[in-house]
């Protein structure tokens, strides 16, 4: 791990000399949504790399929403410009379950291998944000390539790969030592982003997600409040970042199948032989997008399948906010106390 500094006007150059190699994305604005967008010499000096993350999941690059998974994974660099620590956090998910196997899945394994992560802190937040609540931070620690904090000229890029190293190595020209007060710039603006996230989420207080959560696994509220508002549009499932259920097709083609994602909110998803299904309600369904987040993630990886990124906040077309749900569990829990 090294530090450097380099200048916005530089940062930008840094990232133009890699669009003929690769295939750059970057953050763009719309509203107060940030979005993926493929870059080229016009639209990159206009990328926002800071602020917060994307409404697409960075997953959707590595386990795409339909792919055809028959023919030979075919390898094309990437490289991704703004990931956030929430997004970074999901892969260690995905890549447990794509990659931590007996056998690893191909397709999944060769765009992480070609795949570039130049990450960021986060300088700004949601509403909908609540990382700190799940025990994360608004920046990231490992995971990257390259990491982004910003200061008031540029930017303070930490290596976290050889990749990584690589990169900075073969452009030694755009980059300078960083004096001692970048670092000390960056680690209060850390404190501080982790500071306002907290009281971003300051109504809540609950602490322990898995506790609450199986504490609660029989009460009521599922069904008549927290799942009330449901409309099952299964937005919450395809937009989660550690989501990685799905369905495999064949196509008319010989041989040839599609993986395409499946959500658990689907009435259709527990449905056996015989029209037989343990997850009949709205309910039951979302309990099970709760425990599988909160309580089997945990059980089998060490960490929650939640990293407080709020996506699902974000779609939800039934305002379903997983905070105030858990809250409304927890309050339970300590009435019945």
């Known amino acids: 791990m090294a530090h450097y500094y380099i200048t916005h006007h530089n940062f930008i150059n840094f990232i133009e000399s890699f669009l003929k190699q690769y295939r750059v994305y970057g953050l763009t604005g719309k509203g107060e949504d940030l979005f993926w967008r493929s870059l080229n010499n016009d639209s990159t000096p206009g990328i926002t790399v800071n602020r917060y993350r994307a409404l697409q999941p960075v997953k959707s690059f590595f386990f795409p929403v339909k792919e055809e998974v028959t023919a030979e994974p075919a390898g094309k660099n990437t490289m991704l410009v703004g990931v956030k620590a929430c997004d970074i956090n999901h892969l260690r998910i995905t890549d447990g379950i794509f990659s931590g196997g007996v056998v690893a899945d191909p397709y999944y394994a060769k765009k992480r291998e070609d795949t570039v992560i130049i990450s960021s802190d986060c300088d700004s937040y949601k509403p909908s944000c609540f990382c700190t609540l799940m025990g994360e931070a608004p920046y990231p620690v490992k995971g990257f390539d390259l990491n982004l904090s910003p200061t008031r000229s540029g930017y303070l890029v930490e290596t976290g790969t050889p990749r990584g190293q690589a990169l900075v190595g073969a452009h030694k020209n755009l980059f300078q030592a960083p004096q001692p007060v970048l670092l000390h710039e960056r680690d209060a603006l850390r404190a501080k982003m982790t500071s306002a996230v907290k009281n971003n989420n300051a109504a809540f207080t609950w602490t322990d997600p898995k506790e609450v959560t199986a504490s609660g696994y029989k009460s009521e509220k599922w069904e008549a409040d927290i799942a009330s508002t449901c409309v099952e549009c299964d937005a919450c499932r395809f ?79 039934g305002k379903i906010d997983i905070r105030k749900s858990l809250q409304k569990l927890s309050s339970e829990k300590k009435t019945n106390v």
């Open 239 to 317: 937009i989660c970042g550690t989501c990685y259920c799905f369905l495999l097709s064949e196509t008319t083609k010989l041989w040839e199948k599609v993986r395409t994602w499946d959500s658990c909110q689907s009435n259709g998803y527990g449905r056996v032989a015989g029209g037989a299904n343990p997850r009949k309600t709205r309910g039951k369904r979302l309990r099970n997008f709760y425990t599988c987040k909160l309580i089997y993630r945990h059980d089998n990886f060490g960490f929650y399948g939640c990293t407080g990124c709020g996506r699902c906040i974000d779609v939800c077309q």
